[in-house]
């Protein structure tokens, strides 16, 4: 492959020597092309380090969406561990209101969930300090 370059790049320069002898190309066009050709390369490698620093930023943007998502979702499990805990509460006031006693299923019941409540928000927490 880098033969057949070298090749057409030799033959493209014989071609050009070659016009320019006869008159249809002037001198100067070759310098104001190799500008152009500069200018191209410059603008390219330009947009290369701006794709890396895209893919670079995407990357960073993916990972924080995960994170918050993550984050979201144990939200959402405290939420709903916070509903069986007021639930539980009423119950136990209803009880108490009408003097039954808890049985030890029911206590068991709330201390488990106040138990999953604290582990949640701990890993909630430890997220939180990731950003």
Known sequence: SSGINAEYGHVES????????????DDSEGESEDE?????????????????????????LYDTALMHMKQQDI???IDEIDEE?????????????KKIPYNKKEKDQANKLLQNREELNKMLMENSFLT
Do not use: A, P
């Open 14 to 25: 014989r071609v050009r020597e070659e016009l320019i002898q006869l008159g249809v190309l």
């Open 36 to 60: 152009v050709l500069s200018e191209l390369l410059s603008k390219q490698q330009e947009l290369r380090d701006l794709v890396e620093y895209n893919r670079t930023q995407l990357g960073l």
């Open 75 to 77: 939200r959402h499990k």
């Open 85 to 97: 805990v007021c639930d539980t509460y009423r119950n136990f006031m209803l009880k108490k209101h």
